[in-house]
């Protein structure tokens, strides 16, 4: 079993940054690829960021530019900065984990005031 615990959601005005961090733990099956999602209400959850056990990262069209994705392997842990921040950014952010089996976080909220 593998659980993920999010930390650094809260309130940001618009501008702003924040950052998100995940940390697996349990038994992780490697290689494999961690990221984040993210749902508004009323929307579907859509992929933001993801990045696999070789660095090689993805990123939707949305986010480009603004936010970065970086994992320290050591530590199980995935990251995700977040810059120049709009009020459409505001979701409740999921971490994501996918090896042999998909693994999701509880979710922490991101709330961009404009």
């Known amino acids: 079993q593998v659980q993920l615990v999010e930390s650094g959601g809260g309130l940001v005005q618009a501008g702003g940054s924040l950052r998100l961090s995940c940390a697996a733990s349990g038994n992780i099956f490697r290689p494999n690829r961690m990221g984040w999602y993210r749902q508004a209400p009323g929307k579907q959850r859509e992929l933001v960021a993801t990045i696999t056990s070789g660095s090689i990262t993805n990123y939707a069209d949305s986010v480009k530019g603004r936010f970065t994705i970086s994992r320290e392997n050591a530590k199980n842990t995935v990251h995700l900065q977040m810059n120049s921040l709009k009020a459409e950014d505001t979701a409740l952010y999921y971490c994501?984990?996918?090896?042999?089996?998909?693994?999701w976080g509880q979710g922490i909220q991101v709330t961009v005031s404009s």
């Open positions: 994501n984990l996918l090896g042999w089996r998909e693994y």
